[in-house]
C-alpha cells in the first residue's frame, strides 16, 4: 500500500475500514488523494461515516466509480476567493448587458437608433440584477457561516429575452455537514431575495407608469402574483390600468422577474432551492413530493389548454419536463439527518407559503 505521499492531516488508510477497506492511496497535485478500496456499505454510508473526519481536517471527500474501483477523493477544501473570479465577472457585465437591452424594450427605446440609449433603462436592470445578487448572496453567506465551500454567484445571460437573463446560480462543492445547514443555505436564498422583490415592487409601484405604443410592452402580457398585487394595494397603488397603452414602470416588471423565479426556485425538485428546503424538513420523504411535482405541472398546462386557450400552457409543459429531468439528477443529502427544530421547521412552512404568493397560472402570455 502506498502511503509514503500521504499528508499527515488525513486519516489514515486503517482509520476508514469501518466504512471504506483501503488497498491502495495515491496523492497527485491535480486530483488530490485517491483512497482506493471497497466499501463495506452502501455508498451513501460510507459518506457520512467518513466524510466528517475529512471535513474537520479541512478536506471535502467524495466517492467514485473508476475503472471498475471505488475511489474515496479527497481534495482541500477552500472556502475563500483565490485571485479575481474573472468568469463570474465576465458574466455578470454580460448579464447586465443583457438586461439593459431587455429593458430598452419595455421602455420602448431604439438603440439601433441610438445605441446610448440603452443606458436609460438602467432601473430595470438595477431591479433585476439587485434582486438576483441579493438572493444568491444570501446562499453565499449562509454557506459561509456554515463552512460549507460555494463559488461566487454566476449569473446568466439570455440576450434578446424580455427579462434578459435566466438567473443566477452559485456552485457547492462540498459535503453538507447536517440538514441545519442544508435548510438554512437553501432558505437564505429565497428569503433574502424575497425581500428584495418586495422593496423593489414598493419602489416601482411609487414611480410613474409609462405610456407604450409598440414593442414588445404591446405583445405581451404579464400577470402579476399577489405578493406584487398585495403590495400595491397597500400602497394605494396599481399594477393593472384600463388604459392599455399604460404599463407599470419598468422596475415593477423587475420585481415581477424577481417574483417569478423565487416561485421557480422553490419547487421542491433536483437541486433547487425548494428541494434543499423540503429536503430538511421531510427526510428521505422528500422523493414522494418531488415525483408528484412534474405532473402538478402538466396538469396545470392541460388545465390552461382547456380552460384559459391555451395561455402560459407551454410554459409549464415545459417545466413540467424540466423538473422531470432535474429530479433525476438527486437532491443534496446532508451527512447527518437529525431532524430541524420547531422554529427553523415554522420559516420553512412560511418561505413555502411566501413561494405561493409569487405564483400565477399565467404569468406571461403573447397578446399579438
Not at 98 to 110: D, H, I, K, Q, V
Request: glycine content about 10%.
Amino acid at each position: 500500500m502506498a502511503q509514503q505521499s500521504l499528508p499527515t492531516d488525513l486519516p489514515r488508510p486503517e482509520r476508514l475500514a469501518d466504512a471504506f477497506r483501503v488497498y491502495e492511496v495515491d496523492t497527485t497535485p491535480e486530483d488530490g488523494v485517491r483512497y482506493y478500496g471497497e466499501p463495506v456499505t452502501e455508498s451513501q454510508q460510507v459518506l457520512r461515516r467518513v466524510a466528517p473526519r475529512f471535513r474537520k481536517r479541512g478536506y471535502r471527500v467524495r466517492l467514485q466509480r473508476e475503472m471498475g474501483e471505488h475511489v474515496l477523493v479527497a481534495t482541500e477544501r477552500s472556502l475563500g476567493v483565490d485571485g479575481v473570479p474573472w468568469t463570474n465577472v465576465a458574466l455578470a457585465l454580460a448579464t447586465l448587458l443583457s438586461t439593459l437591452f431587455a429593458g430598452s424594450r419595455w421602455y420602448g427605446l431604439s438603440v439601433v437608433d441610438d445605441p446610448a440609449a440603452i443606458l436609460q433603462a438602467w432601473p430595470f436592470a438595477a431591479a433585476v440584477l439587485g434582486i438576483l445578487a441579493v438572493h444568491e448572496f444570501g446562499h453565499y453567506a449562509l454557506s459561509r457561516y456554515h463552512e460549507v465551500q460555494a463559488s461566487l454567484p454566476y449569473f446568466i445571460p439570455l440576450p434578446l429575452n424580455v427579462i434578459g437573463t435566466l438567473g443566477a446560480v452559485i456552485r457547492m462543492d462540498d459535503n453538507i455537514p447536517d440538514r441545519r445547514a442544508l435548510f438554512d443555505i437553501g432558505v437564505a436564498g429565497p428569503l433574502a431575495g424575497l425581500a428584495a422583490t418586495i422593496a423593489v415592487t414598493a419602489v416601482g409601484v411609487s414611480l410613474d407608469p409609462i405610456r407604450v405604443t409598440g414593442g414588445v410592452a404591446t405583445q405581451i402580457e404579464l400577470g402579476y402574483p399577489l405578493l406584487i398585487r398585495g403590495i400595491a394595494a397597500i400602497l394605494g397603488e396599481q399594477v393593472v390600468y384600463a388604459d392599455p397603452t399604460l404599463i407599470p414602470n419598468p422596475v415593477v416588471i423587475g420585481a415581477w422577474v424577481g417574483a417569478f423565479v423565487t416561485f421557480l426556485n422553490l419547487l421542491p425538485v433536483g437541486q433547487l432551492d425548494g428541494a434543499h428546503i423540503t429536503r430538511s424538513l421531510l427526510g428521505d420523504r422528500t422523493a414522494t413530493v418531488q415525483t408528484a411535482v412534474p405532473f402538478a405541472l402538466f396538469a396545470l398546462a392541460g388545465y390552461l389548454v382547456v380552460f384559459e386557450s391555451g395561455r402560459a400552457a407551454a410554459l409549464w409543459g415545459f417545466w413540467g419536463v424540466l423538473t422531470l429531468l432535474l429530479g433525476r439528477a438527486g437532491t443534496a443529502t446532508p451527512l447527518d439527518e437529525t431532524p430541524l427544530g420547531p422554529k427553523r421547521q415554522a420559516v420553512g412552512v412560511l418561505t413555502l407559503v411566501l413561494g405561493l404568493l409569487c405564483f400565477v397560472p399565467v404569468p406571461i402570455a403573447i397578446t399579438l
